[in-house]
């Protein structure tokens, strides 16, 4: 048991003592029945005999009351409450509260307690003599009214200006006046208590009747003292901290009585009550305001007062450390350097890096006196702050950079003070190159971090010219960039914004100026590294290239056959396309795809010119044309299936565009779009078409087409049949040729020569394939007449070659439109390069000959037994190919000849193999007249070298 104790001596002692605060602490640990009994006896002590002092320990006791914050830390007190609670509870001493006070366990334990020191203050009111307890009174009553009674159920916390404000404030009035308690101590306890005056806060309210009871002593008080303190705060006597605190309680409780008034359901006596003493307060303030503006801060007091929060840790002190940050005036100087270099570890965040990073930007900039050595040692320790941060962090800092100063970063001001800074990216990025690999990217990237702030656009290009340049490295340093997100900083904002800044820098360093075309590779994948990031281990990394932004900078500008990027834009477009396939989300929408589609279209419809165009406007190859077909179907596919994505107007409104763009192009882009548009436009093809071929109506019309006149049926159908390989079977379905005609089907055939030998110089490798297998298709349904002539023939050959008639005709078909290509009417319809291009289709024709040939031989149905070898029959092939090559050798220029010559050793090379794999199928006298055929043919054969070559090869046989 706790032993009895005089309570007279124990309020002596903590009177004498000036231990108010400690009385409260203590008091406030009791538990609640005995905590309001050893109030009542405070109070009855207090009401006995009371003297000045007594007065002005209990108006100290009500003020801690109201400061008082539970401190779970303290160990004496925890001990304390332990103690008390354990052997106090049950004691029946204080078994039962006093009568007047009613517990209610839903009110915070306070609220009673101040209301008992209310009716304590009402008992001793006539023994409060002297100006300075009737200030303390009334600010003690207005602030236990304003905090406990009239404040929101959820206050909010007022700005750290603010309260910096209010701490400068009270500390200045206390070191203005010699009388207070606090004036001689040190200025880190001045502000712990500042602290504690002015951040009053509670968890519940006082009731209703102790409220109003409180505003009816209020209005008595400034009833019966108001004069006398107005004379007392007007005499000019100065500041004492009681008159300063009058004041400003009385002007906070005057704005929330306004607001309680204003909001709150009272009654008509309450609310008279209330009216009545918000009148009373706003005369007393209105001629005692000078105080408050009086009240004069000692210079730089703020300053330190911030300093000495942040040194301590005090409350809200990461808030002290923006405003630390952000004071220009309190920049540099000595106590402010020391605070941050003592405190470095406090400053480990992004806002707070930024701010400093500006405050010394703004102060070295304006302050030509702030020493150098200072600026560069803020500068070490911002950035050494900067390195602290994680990676997420970072970035915050580099979008502010960006934001405030753009792409030349610090740089853009600090640039005298970042000695070495060449040096450092020279380092880092030596060091890059040499050590590519994903062991060494976390301290690759924070390197780069480092950089990246103090100057990007220097930092970002190297590393963008890096990696197109430099082999291998361009995933390991896409890795590195896309580490920062923030580079996704875009310079110009508007309706029309310009773009990223990773854009931007890969624009102006890389872009139009490769090289080779391995750095060209390179950049293709750097773009599909920054557009789908590949996560590495422990480092957060984000896209920093969207496929729309992709498609609207570096494909969209430059889908001219003049312009030299034309293919590696193309191949940005099929990678970003085949990328991004299968994202939920319908991105394609956002780069307006119609306009895309157009362009596309613009791009085939050059080829239809191709050969007109001068060389210089020819960036794109003929095998060019087969990319773009695909892209243009790849991207319709894509379209069509998210057609619901747009609305039905907007969709055919954007159908009735794109054809009346196809309209001014050729024909056959418009052809290719046939499904596009099904279902809203017929499909328009020359006049000519409809001679002959049965089209419905229903789904073609005809339009008058310039170059297509009488007789150019067959033309528009052959061009028809290029565009793809199920329009092809279509239009020969729709065909009217009779087969029953002798004279039709010759006419035919002679047209289909004539036709072939216009569209062959425009087909790309892949239409020439079409038009390939359309031409064995008419063969099969003997629509096609080809007769074999015999003059590459000695004997009449007794074999059985009608497995291989369709490659003869083909061969002689060939032959016959090079003779008609090399004949003087066509000789200077193209130029070399038009040449060189139907040469490498030949070629590939005749190679797929070969194939097929080797085909039918090895496999076909004639090779099922020794009798039926048609080993002799391949030979006689092989010979005449080879003669049909050596024939179109001579009607064209050497220069041209090459990839022909290469294929007549490869017939050579075919002959060769069967001949000596077969030894039966050939007497000597047949082998050697055979040898001296070739020969003969060989002989005809310029430039020397080949002639030599082709008949030394034949002499092996």
């Given at each position: 048991?706790?032993?009895?104790?005089?309570?007279?001596?124990?309020?002596?002692?903590?009177?004498?003592?000036?231990?108010?605060?400690?009385?409260?602490?203590?008091?406030?640990?009791?538990?609640?029945?005995?905590?309001?009994?050893?109030?009542?006896?405070?109070?009855?002590?207090?009401?006995?005999?009371?003297?000045?002092?007594?007065?002005?320990?209990?108006?100290?006791?009500?003020?801690?009351?109201?400061?008082?914050?539970?401190?779970?830390?303290d160990?004496?007190?925890?001990?304390?409450?332990?103690?008390?609670?354990?052997?106090?509870?049950?004691?029946?001493?204080?078994?039962?509260?006093?009568?007047r006070?009613?517990?209610?366990?839903?009110?915070?334990?306070?609220?009673?307690?101040?209301?008992?020191?209310?009716?304590?203050?009402?008992?001793?009111?006539?023994?409060?003599?002297?100006?300075?307890?009737?200030?303390?009174?009334?600010?003690?009553?207005?602030?236990m009214?304003?905090?406990?009674?009239?404040?929101?159920?959820?206050?909010?916390?007022v700005?750290?200006?603010?309260?910096?404000?209010?701490?400068?404030?009270?500390?200045?009035?206390?070191?203005?006046?010699?009388?207070?308690?606090?004036?001689?101590?040190?200025?880190?306890?001045?502000?712990?208590?500042?602290?504690?005056?002015?951040?009053?806060?509670?968890?519940?309210?006082?009731?209703?009747?102790?409220?109003?009871?409180?505003?009816?002593?209020?209005?008595?008080?400034?009833?019966?003292?108001?004069?006398?303190?107005?004379?007392?705060?007007?005499?000019?006597?100065?500041?004492?901290?009681?008159?300063?605190?009058?004041?400003?309680?009385?002007?906070?409780?005057?704005?929330?009585?306004?607001?309680?008034?204003?909001?709150?359901?009272?009654?008509?006596?309450?609310?008279?009550?209330?009216?009545?003493?918000?009148?009373?307060?706003?005369?007393?303030?209105?001629?005692?305001?000078?105080?408050l503006?009086k009240?004069?801060?000692?210079?730089?007091?703020?300053?330190?007062?911030?300093?000495?929060?942040?040194?301590?840790?005090?409350?809200?002190?990461?808030?002290?450390?923006?405003?630390?940050?952000?004071?220009?005036?309190?920049?540099?100087?000595?106590?402010?350097?020391?605070c941050?270099?003592?405190?470095?570890?406090?400053?480990?965040?992004?806002?707070?890096?930024?701010?400093?990073?500006?405050?010394?930007?703004?102060?070295?900039?304006?302050?030509?006196?702030?020493?150098?050595?200072?600026?560069?040692q803020?500068?070490?320790?911002?950035?050494?702050?900067?390195?602290?941060l994680?990676?997420?962090?970072?970035?915050?800092?580099?979008s502010?950079?960006?934001?405030?100063w753009?792409?030349?970063?610090?740089?853009e001001?600090?640039?005298?003070?970042?000695?070495?800074?060449?040096?450092?990216?020279?380092?880092?990025?030596?060091?890059?190159?040499?050590?590519?690999?994903?062991?060494?990217?976390?301290?690759?990237v924070?390197?780069?971090?480092?950089?990246?702030?103090?100057?990007?656009?220097?930092?970002?290009?190297?590393?963008?010219?890096?990696?197109?340049?430099?082999?291998?490295?361009h995933?390991?340093?896409?890795?590195?960039?896309?580490?920062?997100?923030?580079?996704?900083?875009?310079?110009?904002?508007?309706?029309?914004?310009?773009?990223?800044?990773?854009?931007?820098?890969?624009?102006?360093t890389?872009?139009?100026?490769?090289?080779?075309?391995?750095?060209e590779k390179?950049?293709?994948?750097?773009?599909?590294?920054?557009?789908?990031?590949?996560?590495?281990?422990?480092?957060?990394?984000?896209?920093?290239l969207?496929?729309?932004?992709?498609?609207?900078?570096?494909?969209?500008?430059?889908?001219?056959?003049?312009?030299?990027?034309?293919?590696?834009?193309?191949?940005?477009?099929?990678?970003?396309?085949?990328?991004?396939?299968?994202?939920?989300?319908?991105?394609?929408?956002?780069?307006?795809?119609?306009?895309?589609?157009?362009?596309?279209?613009?791009?085939?419809?050059?080829f239809?010119?191709?050969?007109?165009?001068?060389?210089?406007?020819?960036?794109?190859?003929?095998?060019?044309?087969?990319?773009?077909?695909h892209?243009?179907?790849?991207?319709?596919?894509?379209?069509?299936?998210?057609?619901e994505?747009?609305?039905?107007?907007?969709?055919?409104?954007?159908?009735?565009?794109?054809?009346?763009k196809?309209?001014?192009?050729?024909?056959?882009?418009?052809?290719?779009?046939?499904?596009?548009?099904?279902?809203?436009?017929?499909?328009?093809?020359?006049?000519?078409?409809?001679?002959?071929?049965?089209?419905?109506?229903?789904?073609?019309?005809?339009?008058?087409?310039?170059?297509?006149?009488?007789?150019?049926?067959?033309?528009?159908w052959?061009?028809?049949?290029?565009?793809s390989?199920?329009?092809?079977?279509?239009?020969?379905?729709?065909?009217?040729?009779?087969?029953?005609?002798?004279?039709?089907?010759?006419?035919?055939?002679?047209?289909f020569?004539?036709?072939?030998?216009?569209?062959?110089?425009?087909?790309?490798?892949?239409?020439?394939?079409?038009?390939?297998?359309?031409?064995?298709?008419l063969?099969?349904?003997?629509?096609?007449?080809?007769?074999?002539?015999?003059?590459?023939?000695?004997?009449?050959?007794?074999?059985?070659?009608?497995?291989?008639?369709?490659?003869?005709?083909?061969?002689?078909?060939?032959?016959?439109?090079?003779?008609?290509?090399?004949?003087?009417?066509?000789r200077?319809?193209?130029?070399?390069?038009?040449?060189?291009?139907?040469?490498?289709?030949?070629?590939?024709?005749?190679?797929?000959?070969?194939?097929?040939?080797?085909?039918i031989q090895?496999?076909g149905?004639?090779?099922q037994?020794?009798?039926?070898?048609?080993?002799?029959?391949a030979?006689?092939?092989?010979?005449?190919?080879?003669?049909?090559?050596?024939?179109?050798?001579?009607?064209?220029?050497?220069?041209?000849?090459?990839?022909?010559?290469?294929?007549?050793?490869?017939?050579?090379?075919?002959?060769?193999?069967?001949?000596?794999?077969?030894?039966?199928?050939?007497?000597?006298?047949?082998?050697?007249?055979?040898?001296?055929?070739?020969?003969?043919?060989?002989?005809?054969?310029?430039?020397?070298?080949?002639?030599?070559?082709?008949?030394?090869?034949?002499?092996s046989?």
């Amino acid at each position: 048991m706790i032993p009895a104790i005089n309570h007279t001596v124990l309020f002596e002692l903590l009177k004498s003592l000036e231990a108010s605060g400690l009385f409260i602490q203590l008091l406030l640990a009791l538990p609640t029945a005995v905590c309001r009994a050893e109030l009542e006896r405070f109070l009855e002590h207090m009401a006995v005999d009371t003297s000045s002092k007594d007065v002005a320990f209990f108006l100290d006791v009500w003020w801690e009351m109201m400061k008082h914050k539970d401190d779970q830390q303290d160990p004496l007190l925890s001990q304390f409450r332990t103690m008390a609670h354990k052997y106090l509870s049950s004691s029946d001493e204080f078994s039962h509260p006093p009568k007047r006070f009613k517990s209610d366990p839903d009110v915070c334990p306070t609220m009673p307690l101040l209301a008992m020191l209310l009716a304590g203050l009402k008992q001793i009111r006539s023994r409060i003599l002297c100006p300075g307890m009737k200030c303390c009174t009334l600010a003690n009553l207005a602030d236990m009214l304003s905090v406990f009674a009239l404040a929101e159920d959820d206050p909010q916390e007022v700005s750290a200006t603010v309260y910096l404000d209010k701490l400068a404030t009270v500390i200045s009035v206390w070191n203005s006046d010699a009388r207070n308690p606090y004036h001689q101590q040190a200025l880190a306890e001045k502000v712990k208590e500042a602290e504690r005056d002015i951040s009053l806060t509670s968890l519940a309210r006082l009731p209703s009747e102790t409220t109003f009871v409180g505003f009816e002593f209020l209005r008595g008080l400034l009833r019966d003292w108001g004069e006398e303190l107005q004379a007392m705060l007007g005499s000019g006597q100065g500041t004492s901290y009681d008159s300063y605190r009058l004041c400003d309680s009385l002007t906070s409780f005057s704005q929330n009585l306004k607001l309680f008034l204003a909001t709150s359901s009272l009654s008509k006596e309450e609310r008279q009550v209330g009216s009545e003493l918000a009148e009373c307060v706003g005369a007393f303030l209105k001629s005692t305001n000078r105080v408050l503006g009086k009240k004069g801060f000692e210079k730089d007091i703020a300053a330190s007062i911030a300093m000495a929060i942040i040194e301590q840790k005090m409350d809200r002190h990461m808030e002290m450390c923006y405003i630390f940050a952000s004071e220009r005036k309190w920049a540099f100087s000595d106590a402010w350097l020391a605070c941050l270099v003592n405190n470095r570890a406090l400053f480990r965040e992004p806002g707070l890096v930024l701010k400093l990073l500006e405050t010394v930007t703004d102060v070295s900039t304006a302050d030509e006196a702030v020493p150098e050595a200072q600026v560069k040692q803020v500068i070490a320790l911002t950035l050494e702050c900067y390195a602290h941060l994680s990676l997420p962090d970072k970035n915050k800092v580099l979008s502010g950079v960006l934001l405030s100063w753009g792409r030349k970063g610090l740089s853009e001001k600090l640039l005298a003070h970042l000695e070495g800074f060449q040096e450092d990216l020279n380092t880092t990025f030596n060091q890059l190159a040499q050590s590519a690999s994903e062991q060494g990217l976390a301290k690759a990237v924070a390197s780069v971090a480092r950089l990246v702030i103090l100057h990007p656009e220097v930092t970002v290009k190297k590393l963008c010219g890096m990696a197109v340049v430099n082999l291998g490295t361009h995933r390991f340093l896409a890795q590195i960039l896309t580490a920062f997100p923030a580079l996704r900083f875009t310079e110009e904002q508007g309706p029309d914004p310009s773009p990223t800044f990773v854009v931007s820098c890969l624009k102006e360093t890389v872009w139009t100026k490769f090289s080779t075309p391995r750095e060209e590779k390179q950049f293709l994948e750097l773009l599909s590294c920054l557009a789908s990031p590949a996560k590495p281990q422990g480092i957060p990394v984000a896209a920093l290239l969207e496929p729309d932004e992709v498609l609207k900078e570096f494909v969209l500008p430059f889908l001219m056959l003049d312009v030299r990027e034309v293919d590696l834009s193309l191949r940005i477009l099929i990678q970003t396309l085949e990328a991004h396939a299968c994202l939920e989300d319908y991105w394609l929408q956002t780069c307006s795809p119609f306009p895309l589609i157009v362009s596309l279209c613009q791009l085939l419809d050059g080829f239809s010119k191709y050969w007109q165009l001068p060389r210089e406007k020819r960036c794109l190859p003929p095998d060019g044309k087969d990319l773009v077909i695909h892209i243009l179907e790849l991207l319709c596919e894509v379209v069509l299936a998210n057609a619901e994505t747009f609305s039905p107007d907007t969709w055919v409104k954007s159908l009735s565009w794109l054809h009346r763009k196809l309209e001014q192009l050729d024909w056959t882009v418009g052809l290719r779009l046939k499904g596009f548009f099904q279902g809203h436009f017929k499909c328009e093809v020359p006049a000519t078409l409809f001679e002959i071929c049965k089209l419905s109506e229903d789904e073609w019309t005809s339009q008058a087409h310039p170059g297509y006149g009488p007789g150019t049926g067959l033309l528009a159908w052959m061009e028809s049949c290029c565009t793809s390989s199920g329009i092809s079977e279509r239009m020969l379905a729709l065909l009217v040729v009779d087969v029953g005609n002798p004279e039709e089907v010759r006419l035919f055939s002679k047209g289909f020569l004539v036709a072939l030998v216009q569209v062959m110089p425009w087909c790309s490798p892949q239409e020439w394939q079409c038009l390939n297998q359309l031409t064995r298709r008419l063969l099969e349904k003997q629509l096609l007449h080809v007769p074999y002539s015999l003059e590459y023939i000695q004997f009449v050959p007794l074999l059985n070659l009608k497995p291989f008639a369709q490659e003869l005709q083909l061969s002689v078909l060939l032959l016959r439109a090079f003779q008609f290509l090399c004949s003087q009417s066509c000789r200077n319809w193209l130029p070399l390069e038009g040449w060189s291009h139907v040469v490498r289709l030949l070629c590939n024709s005749l190679t797929g000959l070969l194939d097929s040939v080797r085909l039918i031989q090895s496999v076909g149905p004639w090779a099922q037994g020794q009798e039926q070898d048609l080993s002799q029959e391949a030979l006689f092939f092989y010979t005449q190919v080879f003669c049909h090559v050596l024939h179109i050798m001579a009607m064209l220029h050497q220069e041209l000849c090459e990839p022909l010559y290469v294929l007549a050793l490869e017939i050579l090379t075919c002959y060769e193999t069967l001949s000596k794999t077969n030894p039966s199928v050939s007497s000597l006298l047949q082998k050697v007249n055979e040898q001296r055929f070739l020969k003969s043919i060989a002989e005809n054969i310029t430039p020397e070298e080949r002639r030599q070559t082709l008949l030394q090869k034949i002499s092996s046989f």
